[in-house]
């Protein structure tokens, strides 16, 4: 007579059990592409659950519209159930999935991706925008200002570093039970990028030249910690490039002696790098923005071995 009550008392214990087990893991929020990639790095193989809180291919520029929009229903559930979320803040003031995701969940913690908040480690450094006001009006161009998320300074190696020493020190303390991996993986990271980083130095010590343009605002950090010579920073969408420009483009790039050209890969045109090799230039197509899918470790990889094959090419 008392067995069905007792399985049922069972089968009550267990999916408390579950429940409470569910609960306990640590869940994390993030919203930006380079944040996700890190804290999935950092967190594989562990008991942290990462959840991005937008599209990943959906633009940083986009992205308070999204939450405060159609992504506002997505985003109260995920925030309601998370530990933390991940922003970068300190260099972009204007990032909204905290406050966002704040309105769901007082108690819901900030890791600054840049900037540890206890200041327990060195934070980046924020880079000034590259605004020279005489190149953009050498070409007709209105200057477009870069904010900080997209100077990216996960695209250096040394800056991305700093990040993930930030990061994983702060998911420690939310899940001291994961540690072990946690440091076991930091520990892969950042081997693998003390080699690329003597790796990259040693190649482009033999380079005749490293005078360097960017068309885009990603790869100020890059150019700083490679030691490229960076002459230039020109921030405009492909449309803007047409015939007049890009000639005015080859010409300025012949007479101030540039060697290396730094483009985004996903938003480069094929008459763009046209008009940079004409020029007796190297164009160098980089991971910028659109990193989706990529690891840290490839997209630091893809970036340095670029950037060596053109130093060797370069007139």
């Given at each position: 007579m008392f067995k069905p009550?007792?399985?049922?008392?069972?089968?009550?214990?267990?999916c408390l059990m579950a429940s409470m087990t569910f609960a306990s893991d640590t869940h994390i929020l993030t919203a930006h592409p380079a944040t996700y990639a890190i804290a999935r790095s950092l967190t594989h193989e562990t008991s942290i659950k990462i959840t991005p809180a937008a599209p990943l291919k959906?633009?940083?520029?986009?992205?308070?519209?999204y939450l405060a929009g159609r992504g506002k229903t997505k985003?109260?559930?995920?925030?309601?159930?998370?530990n933390a979320v991940i922003t970068l803040h300190s260099l972009w003031p204007d990032d909204p999935i905290y406050p966002h995701s704040r309105r769901s969940n007082i108690r819901i913690v900030p890791i600054d991706a840049a900037?540890?908040?206890?200041?327990?480690?060195?934070?980046?450094?924020?880079m000034p925008p590259d605004n020279n006001p005489d190149l953009y009006e050498h070409f007709n161009l209105a200057p477009m200002p870069a904010n900080g998320e997209q100077s990216a300074p996960w695209l250096s190696p040394t800056a991305l570093g700093r990040i993930v020493d930030i990061v994983a020190r702060d998911l420690m303390s939310l899940s001291p039970s994961d540690t072990a991996q946690i440091e076991e993986n930091l520990a892969a990271i950042k081997h693998e990028l003390l080699v690329q980083k003597a790796?990259?130095?040693?190649?482009?010590?033999?380079?005749?030249?490293?005078?360097?343009?960017?068309?885009?605002?990603?790869?100020?950090y890059l150019a700083a910690d490679l030691g490229?010579?960076?002459?230039?920073?020109?921030?405009?969408?492909?449309?803007?490039?047409?015939?007049?420009?890009?000639?005015l483009l080859s010409q300025w790039i012949a007479e101030e002696d540039v060697a290396l050209v730094l483009v985004d890969s996903h938003t480069v045109t094929p008459a763009m790098l046209t008009s940079i090799k004409a020029s007796g230039?190297?164009?160098?197509?980089?991971?910028?923005?659109?990193?989706?899918?990529?690891?840290?470790?490839?997209?630091?990889?893809?970036?340095?071995a670029a950037i060596e094959k053109a130093s060797t090419q370069s007139e």
């Open positions: 009550a007792l399985a049922i008392l069972t089968c009550v214990a267990s959906l633009p940083a520029s986009r992205l308070y519209s985003l109260i559930p995920l925030a309601q159930t998370a900037q540890p908040l206890d200041q327990a480690l060195p934070g980046i450094a924020t790796k990259t130095d040693q190649a482009l010590a033999n380079a005749d030249s490293l005078v360097t343009l960017a068309l885009g605002p990603h790869f100020g490229l010579e960076l002459v230039g920073t020109i921030t405009a969408s492909s449309r803007e490039w047409d015939d007049a420009r890009l000639s230039a190297q164009p160098v197509s980089l991971v910028g923005a659109a990193l989706n899918t990529l690891t840290p470790i490839d997209w630091i990889e893809q970036n340095v």
